[in-house]
C-alpha cells in the first residue's frame, strides 16, 4: 500500500527544503555566531563576525544561497519500514536537485573526478550523495546538508593502532592547525571514531547535524578549548572563536584497528530537514 504523496509534490518539497537549506542557517548554529561575536575581543574577527551575520541576515530577506560555494548535494534520509511512497525516492530526489540548481539558483559543482567535465546540473555518478536509514514508522525523514569544498578538503581520517587513543586529540589539533583559515573558520568539528575506515568518516559527517547548542563534554569539551587556543579564529585572521563547537560520534570497530576521521564544517553548517508521511 503506497503512502499518499505524489511524486510530483515530493519533487516540490525537496527542492524547497534546499532552497532553506542554502538560504538559511539553523537557529543553534546562528546563536553559536553570535555569541562568538558577543564574545570576541579581537576586532578584525569581531568585524568579520559581524559580516558573517549581516551576510546571513541578507541571505534569509532575499532567498539567495548564503556563500557562492552551494556545495555538493547530500541527504540523510531515515526512512519508515512501513513508508511506501509509491515511487523511485532517489530519482525523484536527483530530479529536485536539478530543478533546485535552475531556480535558486545553485552553482553547478559536480565534476567527473578525472576529466573535470561538470554535469552543469549538480548531479552525476554518487550525486547526490544519499544515505538511506530504515527505521520503524511509516514516516520519511529527509535532511539536506549541502557541503562546500573549502572545509571537506581540509577534512582528514587516520587509522590508528588500537594502543593509540591518546593520540586522537593531536590528530584533530594538527588537522586544524594544517587547515588554518582555509576552511572559513569558526568551525564545527565532527570526529568520528571507530567503526570502519569509511564508517568513521560517515560518523564524522553525521555527528555535524548534532545541535550546537547541547553540552559538550569529556573528550568534545577538551578538544574544543585546545582548538579555540590555537588563535587561528574567524577567516584565520585571530581571534578567540576557531571552532563554534565539536561534536564525536563512536561506534564499535575491530580489535586491531582505531579509525579516527575529522570532518570540517564552515562557518556556514548548512542543514535542514523535512518529514513526509505518518499523521501527516
Do not use: Y
Not at 563512536?250 to 523535512?274: D, G, K, Y
Amino acid at each position: 500500500m503506497s503512502t499518499k504523496i505524489s511524486r510530483e509534490s515530493f519533487i516540490r518539497s525537496i527542492a524547497d527544503l534546499l532552497r532553506k537549506t542554502e538560504t538559511e542557517l539553523p537557529d543553534d548554529v546562528v546563536n553559536a555566531i553570535r555569541n562568538a561575536e558577543a564574545a570576541e575581543e579581537n576586532k578584525v574577527a569581531k568585524f568579520q563576525l559581524r559580516a558573517i551575520l549581516k551576510n546571513l541576515e541578507i541571505a534569509k530577506k532575499h532567498r539567495v544561497p548564503m556563500c557562492q560555494d552551494t556545495g555538493i548535494m547530500i541527504f540523510f534520509a531515515e526512512i519508515g519500514s512501513e513508508f511506501h511512497p509509491g515511487f523511485d525516492l532517489e530519482a525523484a530526489i536527483r530530479e529536485a536537485v536539478v530543478l533546485a540548481t535552475a531556480e535558486i539558483p545553485l552553482r553547478p559543482n559536480a565534476v567527473d573526478p578525472l576529466t573535470r567535465k561538470n554535469s552543469g546540473n549538480n548531479t552525476g555518478v554518487g550525486i547526490p550523495d544519499i544515505h538511506w536509514k530504515i527505521v520503524p514508522g511509516s514516516q520519511l525523514k529527509i535532511t539536506a546538508a549541502p557541503k562546500g569544498a573549502g572545509s571537506e578538503n581540509m577534512s582528514s581520517l587516520h587509522m590508528f593502532n588500537p594502543t593509540e587513543t591518546g593520540s586522537i586529540k593531536n590528530f584533530v589539533l594538527e588537522t586544524i592547525v594544517n587547515a588554518g583559515g582555509m576552511p572559513c573558520p569558526p568551525l564545527t568539528i565532527g570526529i568520528g571514531i571507530g567503526g570502519s575506515f569509511d564508517a568513521a568518516a560517515r560518523l564524522a559527517k553525521e555527528s555535524l547535524l548534532e545541535p550546537l547548542d547541547a553540552p559538550m563534554e569529556g573528550l568534545e569539551r577538551e578538544i574544543f578549548e585546545s582548538v579555540n587556543a590555537l588563535g587561528i579564529g574567524c577567516m584565520g585572521l585571530g581571534g578567540s572563536t576557531t571552532a563554534l563547537a565539536v561534536r564525536v560520534k563512536t561506534a564499535h570497530c575491530h580489535t586491531a584497528s582505531l579509525p579516527v576521521a575529522v570532518n570540517i564544517q564552515c562557518w556556514a553548517n548548512r542543514h535542514a530537514s523535512v518529514m513526509f508521511g505518518g499523521d501527516e
